[in-house]
């Protein structure tokens, strides 16, 4: 029997990036992670190509992980416990397309189980309104500019609620 591959990828959008980011990075077996935009239709968005609204892009984070550590599963549960999934193209006071809910699968086995994982949440309840997580196919990523990277680390915060 092979050996499970000792890396993967997982792309998530869930509001601004840096609380995304920083929640990632502290997951063991989360080996780095990277912000960037994804799914628009302009190469190479700068910030303020993504803010502006017109290029379709969402800010996301990509997780490198080791999956005999952390599951794409147990990604999956930290992605929807931290926003909320009910508001479209919104988290807290950021409002636009680029904040929207979303799982960006890089395989088909990822695709299935982001699928069952949301058919699983929506069942039990948890939330009132109906989730509006988008799980499409991961695009072009294209990595934010350097100084988003690790942004609240870098400033010696742990959220966005500083």
Not at 90 to 111: I, K, L, M, N
Request: proline share 4%; aromatic share 12%; hydrophobic share 35%.
């Amino acid at each position: 029997m092979a050996e499970q591959a000792k890396r993967a990828e997982a792309t998530f959008g869930a509001g601004c990036f840096w609380g995304v980011e920083a929640t990632f990075r502290r997951i063991p077996g989360v080996f780095a992670t990277a912000v960037g935009y994804l799914g628009g239709i302009l190469d190479n968005p700068t910030y303020e190509d993504v803010c502006s609204g017109r290029t379709q892009h969402a800010e996301v984070v990509k997780v490198v992980y080791d999956p005999r550590r952390v599951s794409y599963e147990q990604l999956l549960n930290i992605f929807w416990e931290n926003h909320d999934p009910t508001t479209l193209n919104r988290q807290g006071p950021d409002v636009g397309t680029q904040y929207r809910s979303g799982v960006y699968y890089h395989d088909e086995t990822q695709a299935e189980i982001a699928r069952a994982v949301l058919k699983k949440l929506e069942a039990s309840g948890r939330f009132k309104r109906p989730i509006v997580t988008e799980i499409c196919p991961a695009t072009t990523f294209w990595m934010a500019e350097d100084y988003h990277q690790q942004y609240l680390e870098k400033r010696g915060a742990a959220s966005c609620h500083i």
